[in-house]
């Protein structure tokens, strides 16, 4: 008898305040997906590599493709022209080696190739955000994986982060979930690059100590630390600098190489050791 | 069942042009538009609270899966969906039982206007709050979330002047 006057009770209950229950439902699970981020991240259903989502993103990039053609084209060959420089005097110099090798030592020198160029193009850009995502066009099946470097022409892009069968999410520099070290190209002092989150074309470069020399245009270029990036690839330009008495850090801000709101195509780095370095890294860790 | 449709519609086109158009438009520097909020604002008065709380969430989570934020726009928005109906108890005198479009017709000027800036201003400050997930530049993000606030509802009372031509 008191059971179900206590069942009763707690039914009307329930039912009374059903929309308040179902509210706090809904906003525990959005909340705990908010804070769980990263795990979720992997989730390709719930990012825009989900294909119903990339569909969308690319039939409205292959419009807005159409006004970017003449800057894109432009870039693409000033890109190439420079290649082709580079082909030349790499030829003359191989030259070189080869008639010096040829004298003294009958001995073919075999450069093995490290990195390989995924080209995509930008289907999905923000930089007006916090946390900024670009998608692309290109994925699992064109061999995309996660934690790969992206550049362009001018220098870094960011690292990707989310990969479905055919496209891909980045997470760029324009995001304060990636932090890429980077470091002065002429001193080799490293220190990592954050984004404040207010204009997409400044980050700050942290963990540059007192004690550092270095001028305002110095160039800033990837460590080679880590996977995602061979070194030397060009990161910015020191804009400007400051030290406050008793810091024991500089507070810099770099210029970033790439201009964000323009982004059309895109290089996806594959290291084709990747495997080789990262099966060696564990091993040593166990 | 028209009216269904008409919702339906509303829902898909407003995400597209969420997504598609206003993502892309940054306007001077820091204001987002999100005008995909017009959604629940214009869910009839009617509705039953459960439905505008799962439809929230529902325009919520799709937001989320465009612009990669897990959650960030689902909690937003069904925050919106909680508080719909008290808001219009608050700023609105109507009569119950009947069911009313929220529209500058129905409610008044004064009455729609109070009504959308405050689920517009809420909104915009827990998304943009969240997304900071910091109160180290609170002051930044604060001026982000009004200034973005005041253009949404700009947009917004845009839609409304359409709907007084149509009923005239």
Known sequence: MYETVVMRYLINFLIKYSIVLLFLLLEVVSFRMLIKNTEYQRNVFLSSS??????????????????????????????????????????????????????????????????????????????????????????????????????????????????????SVIIPVLNPKLQIVSKFERSNYTGPIAWSGEDYRYVNLLDIARHVDFNQ??????????????????????????????????????????????????????????????ELEERTQQ | MFHIVRHLLRFVLLILLQVLVLNNIQFLGYINIYIYILFILSLPTQTPKWLILILGFLLGLI????????????????????????VIHLFVSSEENISLQPSVNTFGIGGYFKFAVILIVIHHLTLFFLEAFTFINFWITLSRALLSSGCTFLVVIGTQFFSINKSK
């Open chain 1, 50 to 167: 989900n294909s119903v989502v990339a569909f969308f993103y690319q039939a409205a990039s292959s419009i807005t493709d159409f006004f970017k053609l003449r800057s894109s084209n432009e870039s693409l060959s000033e890109e190439n022209t420079e290649l082709k420089n580079q082909i030349m005097s790499l030829k003359k110099e191989l030259e070189a080696a080869h008639s010096e090798l040829s004298d003294s030592l009958n001995h073919s020198q075999y450069v093995e190739q490290e990195y390989r160029f995924i080209d995509a193009k930008v289907i999905n850009n923000s930089t007006n955000k916090i946390q900024n995502y670009i998608t692309i066009n290109k994925g699992e099946r064109d061999g995309v994986r996660p934690d790969m470097g992206v550049i362009n022409e001018d220098g870094v892009v960011g690292v990707v982060s989310t990969v479905s069968e055919r496209f």
């Open chain 1, 217 to 278: 245009g110095d160039s800033l270029v990837t460590s080679g630390f880590t996977t995602a990036f061979p070194e030397g690839i060009p990161v910015g330009t020191v804009e400007d600098f400051q030290i406050k008495d008793g810091d024991p850090y500089y507070n810099i801000k770099v210029k970033l190489a790439v201009n964000f709101r323009t982004l059309s195509h895109v290089k996806v780095i594959d290291y084709l050791f990747y495997f080789e370095q990262k």
């Open chain 2, 63 to 86: 937001m989320d899966m465009f612009s990669n934020t897990m959650g960030l726009h689902a909690f937003a928005t069904a925050l919106v969906a909680f508080l719909y109906a008290p």
